[in-house]
């Protein structure tokens, strides 16, 4: 490549690789649901596969401090990578118009992104490009103001049910506790409250992880987990659905019609494949003798039951088999603690990075 080319089309590789992660930044950060910018998922894949061999020969309490840090660290990184992606594309701007050697230019694009000033170029078009970069780095700042924040709150409202439950159905969440602890301490026949409170949890969380997906990752105290916590509440609205002999509410269905489409729209955003539209015939990764079991633990603590288990059955798997997928397969990403009928059954995906990426791109809407 001749001097005079390299003049011309290094500045406008650098120029494009600024926008680029521009466009991640807001993407991830301002525009709400369907993004998934390559850059913010290099990041979190990179640090991931950064892990694994850790988390091979990590014991369960150190797998979960490992797997409790990455959200956080991944996200401090992320934002490195904008500012030194930032610095890096500037530098060619700096060589082409500045007149200066690549380190010299490397420097002023570094003073220039963090507004020290320590080092400037010459001529006037060269300043008038660290005008622009000190502008950039300004907004990245004011974006990770806002957006860290935003982040942690959404997190601590997501953990309130969460903690609610563990208390509620055990640590790690069985259907079959949740049923008998609310028996013994309030009664089935009137649980609208619950429903309602996690039909708008279901809501929250649907709206709140696909606008930031990083969210997922962020994990729940020792032994919890929002991803098991929501599936033992919908397995036990299923249950009081299809097996117990208690009233039928509107407010049940509603939570496990909003808790089905929470995770679908969760599992979007990370590819995971499931049927949109399971026949309540189609199979479920939990065995009739694990449902018999359940029963039989719930009538022997006097829970009242339907008489027709075998109805129940069907009844119950029919409600199942649309969340199934997607609660597996988000179990399988996320890696939550082992809880019965969700995270127990399922074998961590270990995605390779270039692979993933690629798919992520051919996916987002153009």
Same mark, same amino acid.
């Not at 039928?248 to 496990?256: E, F, G, K």
């Not at 029963?295 to 006097?302: C, H, P």
């Given at each position: 490549?001749?001097?005079? $080319? ?31 910018? $390559?850059?913010?998922?290099?990041? *979190? ?30 996200? =401090? ?29 490397? !420097? ?7 507004? $020290? ?17 000190? $502008? ?18 959404? *997190? ?26 609310? &028996? ?16 708008? /949890? *279901?809501?929250? =969380? ?19 987990? /929002? ?13 009081? !659905?299809?097996?117990?002999?208690? @009233? ?67 009844? /119950? ?19 939550? @603690? ?10 961590? &995906? ?17």
């Amino acid at each position: 490549m001749s001097g005079a $080319l390299a003049e011309v089309l290094l500045p406008l590789v650098g120029l494009w690789l600024v926008v680029a992660v521009l466009l991640s930044a807001v993407r991830t950060v301002v525009v709400p649901r369907g993004q998934r910018p $390559l850059l913010t998922a290099a990041v *979190f894949l990179a640090v991931r596969r950064s892990l694994d061999l850790r988390l091979r020969f990590a014991s369960a309490a150190r797998r979960e401090r490992l797997l409790g840090q990455y959200a956080p660290v991944a996200l =401090v990184l992320l934002a490195g990578a904008w500012a030194v992606l930032v610095i890096i594309g500037f530098t060619p701007v700096y060589w082409s118009i500045g007149d200066l050697s690549w380190l010299e230019a490397l !420097q002023v694009s570094g003073s220039s992104l963090t507004t $020290l000033g320590f080092v400037s170029a010459e001529p006037s078009p060269a300043r008038l490009a660290e005008v622009l970069e000190a $502008l950039i780095g300004l907004g990245l700042v004011g974006l990770l103001i806002s957006f860290l924040p935003t982040i942690y709150s959404a *997190f601590s409202r997501r953990e309130v049910l969460v903690a609610q439950m563990a208390s509620r159905a055990g640590e790690p969440p069985a259907v079959a506790t949740f049923l008998i602890r609310q &028996q013994r301490i309030r009664g089935l026949e009137d649980l609208s409250d619950t429903w309602a409170e996690w039909e708008d /949890w *279901f809501s929250e =969380v649907e709206e709140t992880h696909t606008s930031y997906p990083s969210l997922v990752y962020f994990r729940s105290g020792e032994g919890r987990s /929002w991803l098991t916590s929501a599936g033992a509440l919908l397995d036990s609205a299923a249950m009081l !659905q299809s097996a117990v002999d208690v @009233p039928r509410l509107p407010s049940t269905a509603l939570a496990i019609r909003a808790g089905f489409l929470c995770l679908r729209e969760v599992a979007d955003q990370f590819l995971i494949p499931y049927d949109p539209d399971p026949s309540p015939g189609d199979p479920v990764s939990v065995t009739r003798a694990e449902f018999d079991a359940c029963l039989a633990e719930l009538e022997a603590a006097g829970v009242p039951l339907v008489a027709d288990r075998e109805a129940a059955w069907r009844d /119950w798997s029919g409600w199942r088999v649309n969340y199934d997928g997607p609660l597996l397969g988000l179990c399988s990403v996320v890696e939550p @603690p082992p809880a019965p009928w969700s995270s127990d059954r399922v074998v961590p &995906q270990r995605r390779r990075v270039l692979r993933t990426l690629w798919r992520l791109h051919r996916s987002v809407p153009r």
